[in-house]
């Protein structure tokens, strides 16, 4: 299994509050991806990172930032939670000399906003 | 814009009976797809993924695809159901371009009846 980890895995938080989430990976690919899974939507992309400092918006960013600091690490914040961004958020990492196309998926974390 | 369809959101089968989830793709450029599946509580796990090379892909625990250009689909078949594998199957598209991020369908959820 690729080394990801996802921190915290499970958070209960109140609407307004921020929260960030942190992914970490030891295998040093350069692309991290975040992306959120809700029923009847499938996974769509928050943000991704292609090297430190440098990340873009995905499909679904409103509400969302990201940082990326290190190779290692790609943090999601939700600055003001709101109920809508009740979710599990899955990490990802792909790199294109190593592993041709496909990405690997950290445990996930279940946020819930009340 | 690449897109995925998977048809049928619940598929059932009975124990050793053919496992067959349907996946269609709209893509501008030559596609990569890919099939991973989701076991409950779980991330998600590469079964196998098409890259331009042959058209017929097998993957693991018994699963294989095969790419039709003419019919724009990659479906998953496995001749004989098992019990285990009961969990969601997710279809996705990407262009093929370093990091870009993968077009996910909404999920099959497939299961096993003994």
């Known amino acids: 299994d690729a080394g990801i980890t996802q921190s915290p895995r499970h958070k209960v938080t109140e609407t307004g509050t921020p929260v960030t989430l942190r992914c970490h990976q030891t295998?040093?690919?350069?692309?991290m991806y975040w992306y959120r899974q809700d029923p009847g939507h499938g996974l769509r992309l928050i943000h991704y990172s292609y090297g430190v400092k440098d990340t873009d918006k995905g499909e679904v960013s409103d509400g969302y930032s990201v940082s990326r600091s290190k190779t290692e690490d790609f943090l999601l914040t939700l600055e003001s939670a709101t109920s809508s961004q009740t979710s599990v958020y899955f990490c990802a990492i792909s790199d294109w000399a190593v592993s041709s196309y496909e990405q690997y998926f950290g445990p996930g974390t279940r946020l819930t906003v009340t | 814009a690449q897109s995925v369809t998977q048809l049928g959101s619940h598929v059932s089968v009975s124990e050793g009976a053919l496992v067959l989830l349907r996946c269609n793709y709209s893509s501008s450029v030559p596609p990569y797809l890919f099939w991973y599946v989701q076991y409950p509580n779980q991330g998600l796990q590469l079964l196998l993924k098409y890259t331009s090379a042959a058209t017929l892909v097998k993957g693991i625990n018994g699963f294989e695809a095969e790419f039709k250009k003419s019919e724009t689909s990659f479906h998953l078949t496995k001749p004989s159901a098992h019990m285990s594998d009961a969990a969601e199957y997710f279809c996705a598209v990407s262009d093929g371009q370093a990091g870009t991020a993968l077009i996910f369908g909404k999920g099959t959820t497939l299961s096993v009846s003994s």
């Open positions: 295998e040093n690919h350069r692309y």
